[in-house]
């Protein structure tokens, strides 16, 4: 007779240990993507934090259940506590850094965050040295948990009250959101954020629930709140993951669902396959390794097959409002003739036309940024090349000009017709005309088979539908690079469109930043900031740097009537003299080493051995720390930019010797 009652709480017990291992899964999943989309936005890396935390406090959960000894069990249970330790303090984190970014700042809350992270610390020490906090361990395969010390309820108030402040936090943050969907997203934070809590909190120290409920009982409200926490930290990072991105939201949802599909939920199915096969020897004859492994590559290609046929409808639901732009754009992404592309049928073009022919040899040239080039080529390399040294493509090609007749239509001419072909010294060519016929696109020559071009009609029909596919493939790669260069031109407003959009969801945002159109913007700041230095003394990266649109450097060249690229100069001067330290100069002392590097390598030009060797520094040395530097210099611009040059007006970025040598001290 089947034990029912036994099946079922080993069926809520591994569903119990899926859930507690997809949650260490989508957290640090979560995290590495956070990390590397959004880690620029004070807000992701607040919550970076949080997710760390709750990630070591899940870990702790997954390895429990297989841990058989109470010694270990309780070792485990306290590592978790540097997870729930650190939950307050990363909660009231991220919500201070909600309220940063809606411009709501307060230096005595940056002081009671850092607080808080000691007060963790401490309550962790307690843990980890005392029986003050916790004690003793309660061991049992589904719940074991440590037993609460005289200072836990300390701890339990401390937890509450942090997680409530933040709470109000959030609630604030969501009263300044000035959009429909910002105020969405924060109303998502504000319903979610408990989530952390919810799975960090070590609730089985304050109740001994596990002895009073019946198993099956506990087992199922601790699958409900698995399943809560999960799905609200997902909600949580999706709000998120808006938080300084600069691409459209679109975009930013579209990555992030197919992220989560193709990662954490593949990653929980392996999960649930490698724990759902039953610890037997054998199976079907196999063993259960055997069974694991073609298990395991089964669901992974099964699953990725399944995601690929469900992506048309996955878009289709994100994409609802845009759907028919979005077609179109899926359509050009697959449809775009690259150079690569353009080459491989080019090739395939000339080898059906040589084997039409009876020939080897046989190109396509054409004449890009002013210069000729061969696209493409089959036979002979160095046939070709004697032909092309020292001939004008363009007088070639018309030359060879276009037929009489119009070369979209396919001939159907008698027998004897003439052909199409040029004779040119070894080779017929033909030019490649656009439909217009103003320039040629390029020139096609293949090996001259006899001295003057004559083909039956037959062969005349193929070659001239040949030479049509190959004029069109030009033709539609040359339409090609000019939407491409009308796209290089439009990008830069469209990010900048994006970060106005980014910068008007919440009020209180500072007008410079919503209406300002400064570079100091601009996420290549930093790099334009490098390239004018390298170019102080003259040369395209100073005279043509977008530094040049800086209201300062307008400013001092109507003030002084200088040229925009001396005035730029002279503001990379004025920048760099902000960072010279008070007193008298010394070439080896810290708080003169960016100063030094900065005056010596850009203003005076010395080489970088001859200042390696005065600031007694190895040359690898240097370059990372003249790296740090042009940080600052751009910081100083920055300030510039903002608040002129009188250094009594704050800024929203410190500049001075002393903040230098603070910065100097941290990134060296």
């Given amino acids: 007779m089947v034990d029912l009652a036994g099946w079922i709480t080993g069926g809520l017990d591994l569903v119990n240990q899926v859930l507690a291992a997809t949650v260490v899964l989508t957290s640090f999943s979560l995290l590495i993507y956070i990390v590397t989309y959004n880690f620029q936005s004070r807000v992701a890396r607040a919550f970076c934090a949080l997710l760390a935390f709750v990630l070591i406090v899940y870990a702790g959960d997954v390895v429990l259940y297989e841990v058989r000894a109470q010694e270990a069990a309780i070792r485990w249970l306290k590592f978790q506590w540097i997870g729930i330790a650190f939950v307050p303090a990363a909660y009231f984190h991220f919500s201070d850094a909600l309220l940063r970014t809606v411009n709501l700042r307060a230096r005595w809350r940056r002081v009671a965050v850092l607080l808080s992270y000691a007060s963790s610390a401490a309550f962790l020490a307690l843990v980890l040295f005392s029986e003050l906090l916790v004690r003793d361990g309660v061991y049992s395969p589904q719940a074991s948990h440590l037993a609460t010390g005289p200072l836990f309820w300390v701890f339990t108030a401390y937890f509450a009250l942090v997680v409530i402040w933040g709470a109000v936090n959030i609630r604030r943050a969501r009263r300044r959101a000035l959009t429909r969907a910002s105020r969405r997203r924060m109303t998502y934070l504000g319903l979610t954020f408990v989530a952390p809590a919810l799975g960090a909190f070590p609730y089985l120290m304050l109740t001994s629930v596990p002895s009073l409920l019946p198993v099956n009982l506990f087992q199922l409200l601790l699958l409900v709140g698995n399943i809560a926490v999960l799905l609200m930290l997902v909600l949580m990072a999706y709000s998120v993951t808006y938080f300084g991105a600069l691409t459209p939201d679109r975009v930013v949802k579209h990555r992030l669902v197919h992220y989560l599909l193709r990662g954490p939920l593949v990653g929980a199915a392996v999960i649930f396959t490698m724990l759902a096969v039953p610890k037997v020897q054998e199976i079907l004859g196999l063993r259960r390794d055997t069974v694991l492994i073609f298990a395991v590559v089964g669901i992974v290609v099964l699953l990725q097959l399944a995601i690929n046929r469900a992506k048309p409808f996955i878009d289709r639901a994100i994409y609802r409002q845009d759907q028919e732009e979005i077609a179109w754009i899926q359509t050009l992404d697959r449809r775009l003739l690259t150079s690569a592309d353009l080459r491989a049928f080019l090739e395939n073009t000339l080898a059906a036309l040589c084997d039409l022919l009876q020939v080897r040899t046989g190109f396509v040239a054409v004449q890009a940024g002013g210069k000729d080039r061969v696209e493409a080529h089959s036979g002979d390399w160095d046939l070709i090349q004697g032909f092309l040294n020292g001939q004008d493509l363009v007088a070639l090609a ?271």
Wanted: net charge negative; glycine share 6%; charged share 25%.
């Fill in 398 to 668: 018309s030359s060879a000009g276009p037929p009489e007749s119009d070369l979209d239509e396919v001939p159907t001419a008698a027998p004897d017709r003439s052909c199409s072909f040029v004779p040119v010294g070894r080779f017929w060519l033909v030019s490649l005309y656009s439909h217009t016929r103003d320039v040629p696109l390029g020139l096609l020559g293949v090996e001259a088979p006899a001295p003057e071009p004559c083909l039956a009609s037959e062969e005349q029909e193929i070659a001239d539908i040949l030479i049509s596919r190959a004029r069109e493939a030009l033709e539609d790669r040359y339409l090609q690079e000019n939407i491409f260069e009308t796209l290089g031109r439009i990008l830069p407003d469209i990010e900048r469109i994006h970060r106005w959009q980014d910068a008007t969801r919440y009020a209180g945002t500072p007008p410079m930043q919503i209406l300002d159109d400064s570079p100091i913007y601009s996420a290549e700041f930093e790099q334009w900031v490098r390239d004018a230095l390298g170019h102080y003394w003259g040369g395209p990266r100073l005279t043509q740097s977008p530094l040049l649109s800086l209201r300062v450097v307008a400013d001092r060249a109507r003030a002084q009537g200088e040229s925009p690229a001396q005035a730029l100069r002279t503001v990379l001067s004025e920048a760099i003299e902000r960072l010279r330290p008070p007193g008298e100069r010394n070439m080896t002392t810290t708080e003169w080493i960016l100063y030094n590097i900065l005056e010596l390598k850009f203003l005076r030009g010395l080489k970088v051995r001859d200042i390696a060797r005065r600031l007694a520094m190895s040359e690898s040395d240097l370059y990372r720390k003249q790296r740090v530097a042009i940080t600052e210099v751009a910081r100083a611009l920055v300030d510039l930019e903002q608040n002129g040059s009188h250094p009594d007006q704050s800024s929203n970025l410190p500049a001075g010797p002393v903040a230098t040598d603070n910065r100097l001290d941290n990134q060296l």
